[in-house]
Nanobody, 125 residues
Framework: QVQLVESGGGLVQAGGSLRLSCAVS????????MHWFRQAPGKEREFVAA????????YYADSVKGRFTISGDNAKNMVYLQMNSLKPEDTAVYYC??????????????????WGQGTQVTVSS
């Protein structure tokens, strides 16, 4: 059974940092793309970052470029999102997801092979 499990969320002051983790179990996704999305209350699910397992090419939303870093550890089947210089507008539930290509939008969650359950990030001002 494939599972994606996020962890590392919490409450942090503006300007602070958090590192989110996504543990992948059940199979390997060596040719896939791992994504981080976020969803704030009343808003659409928003692309944050993505990384290709093979080659490590990364992609970022403009809103997080220069502040967030996505990375992967193939040996551990883990994906990370290092978040620095956090802002109140970064407050959201953060999800990891996997599919074959880079997707910057979510028309349907079924476009992705698997999703995690999410981890809450709250940034206070």
């Amino acid at each position: 059974q494939v599972q994606l499990v996020e962890s590392g969320g919490g409450l942090v002051q503006a300007g602070g940092s958090l590192r989110l983790s996504c543990a992948v179990s059940g199979r390997t996704f060596s040719t896939y793309v791992m994504h981080w999305f976020r969803q704030a209350p009343g808003k659409e699910r928003e692309f944050v970052a993505a990384i290709r397992w093979s080659g490590g090419t990364t992609y970022y939303a403009d809103s997080v470029k220069g502040r967030f870093t996505i990375s992967g550890d193939n040996a551990k089947n883990m994906v990370y999102l290092q978040m620095n210089s956090l802002k109140p507008e970064d407050t959201a539930v953060y999800y990891c997801a996997v599919t074959h290509v880079v997707r910057r939008t979510v028309t349907s969650q079924r476009e992705f092979d698997y999703w995690g359950q999410g981890t809450q990030v709250t940034v206070s001002s």
